[in-house]
């Protein structure tokens, strides 16, 4: 089994930051993407930002130039550093995994439980 765990959610200003974290643990042999996504009230779930194993960085236009995604490889980790937060930005912010549990088996997506982000306006 592998778990995602998320923190680091909470409320912020307008133009303030914060700091996700997801790390990934139980039986991982790799790690492919990596990603974070979000889901606001009466939306559909949407990419915020992915990183691949070799670091290869993907982002939504809404939030390019103000999150920065990374990865930890060591740590089985992937982060989101959010910028200049705006009210739009508030959602539950879900990581995602794509994880090989044995060296030949298949490649199976998993999903942390979420974190809310809120942003005062």
């Known amino acids: 089994q592998v778990q995602l765990v998320e923190s680091g959610g909470g409320l912020v200003q307008a133009g303030g930051s914060l700091r996700l974290s997801c790390a990934a643990s139980?039986?991982?042999?790799?790690?492919?993407?990596m990603g974070w996504y979000r889901q606001a009230p009466g939306k559909q779930r949407e990419l915020v930002a992915a990183?691949?194993?070799?670091?290869?960085?993907n982002y939504a236009d809404s939030v390019k130039g103000r999150f920065t995604i990374s990865r930890d490889n060591a740590k089985n980790t992937v982060y989101l550093q959010m910028n200049s937060l705006k009210p739009e930005d508030a959602a539950v912010y879900y990581c995602?995994?794509?994880?090989?549990?044995?060296?030949?088996?298949?490649?199976?997506?998993?999903w942390g439980q979420g974190t809310q982000v809120t942003v005062s306006s």
């Open positions: 990183v691949t194993s070799d670091g290869t960085t």
């Open positions: 139980g039986s991982i042999f790799s790690i492919n993407h």
């Open positions: 995602d995994a794509d994880v090989r549990t044995t060296r030949w088996g298949p490649l199976s997506p998993y």
